[in-house]
């Protein structure tokens, strides 16, 4: 078997078939990309969801399972710069699923995409044996030419996170533990929403590829570490990002440094659908702190040396591991 999900992909783009002139972007970026014709770019992407990797039903209502599942598609669309258009979605339901729990997953897809204005356009049913697999396909376009991709950074160029970080793993900790109620108590409402409804950065996708902000760009579901080292690897340059400086599940403004787990989940936790992007240095001061209710931060800058670097709040430099989710490596539930 692969060793990791990197393995993978490397040995699946050195089988393929040689992408044809249409082909933009294939294999290894959040999405693929290919001409359409006059103007504008199509992106096509797809992801799966599978009980008792992604979500587990003791954990997540349908209606966030639903919710999620689609979220995570459109967060592609994001960070590429484009707008979700039409879905396929695909779902082998378990016999143990009843009719209340498919109408509650659907309702929850549905209010996501109508409020994206995608249209689901059809799909394929299954009732299956084991668990519910979920599958969807999702289409966008970009302005032909201003789709980010992940391999646009440059040394110099400034790094910039969306949101928080690690909230929707702390909501995971919370719904695991039944904690909700112990502790922060808005925190904990913040966190257990941010897992379970997790909201894709479509706006300000565009808002980067209409400005001409982003260099490039990737959408943070597996983690800050994992997609920072995954952007990095596709520009062929390296990272240094400040500690004091990553937007975690704290609250910024009580001016506390971070306990190690509250790190940890900025760092590694996945499922955030936020947008880690780059900017040159020249256009950094155009980047809003605010963009639509979400605020925007610079956590650090893109370096010529092929590495990650962590500068602790002591000043202390040291290697920056990437150890977010893999499928080849980590089993959620």
């Known amino acids: ?66 919710h999620r599942a689609f979220a995570r598609s459109l967060s592609d669309i994001a960070a590429m710069g484009g707008t979700p258009r039409f879905a396929l979605v695909s779902l082998g339901l ?29 799909g394929d049913t299954a009732l299956v044996p084991g668990s519910i697999l979920i599958d969807i396909i999702l289409t966008g ?15 110099g160029d400034q790094i910039f996170v969306s949101g928080r970080l690690g909230l929707s793993g702390l909501g995971l900790q919370l719904l695991k533990s039944r ?12 966190a257990v929403n941010a897992h379970s409804y997790p909201e894709p950065q479509c706006d300000l996708g565009r808002l980067l590829s209409k400005q001409g902000l982003a260099t490039a760009a990737i959408d943070i579901s597996d983690g800050l570490s994992s997609d920072l080292d995954r952007l990095c690897e ?31 989940l900025a760092l ?37 040396l092929r590495k990650l670097r962590l500068i602790r709040a002591t000043g202390k430099e040291e290697t920056l591991i990437s150890a977010g989710w893999d499928h080849f490596q980590k089993s959620k539930f």
């Open 179 to 190: 904690a909700k109620r112990s502790g922060n108590l808005q925190l904990a409402a913040l």
């Open 268 to 304: 590694h936790g996945g499922e955030d659908y936020q947008l880690l992007f780059t900017v040159p240095s020249a256009k950094a001061s155009r980047v809003p702190r605010r963009y639509r209710g979400v605020q925007l931060r610079g956590i650090g800058e893109v370096t010529r």
């Open 94 to 122: 378990s016999r143990q699923a009843t009719r209340a729990w498919v109408e509650g997953f659907y309702r929850g897809l549905f209010a996501l995409a109508r409020r994206h204005g995608v249209e689901v356009v059809g």
């Open 141 to 155: 376009e970009v302005s032909r030419g201003k789709a980010i991709l992940r391999s646009g950074a440059r040394p």
């Open 1 to 66: 078997m692969f060793r990791s999900e990197k393995q993978f992909v490397d040995w699946l783009r050195s089988v393929a078939s040689a992408g044809s002139a249409k082909v933009k972007q294939g294999i290894g970026d959040d999405a693929a990309l290919v001409s359409a014709g006059g103007s504008k770019d199509l992106i096509l992407t797809t992801d799966l969801s599978i009980e008792g990797v992604h979500f587990t039903r003791a954990l997540h209502p349908a209606p966030a399972v639903g």
């Open 234 to 264: 596709a520009s062929g340059v390296g990272a240094r990002i400040w500690e004091n400086l990553i937007p975690g599940p704290w609250e910024p403004a009580q001016g506390r440094s971070p306990s190690r787990e509250m790190l940890r």
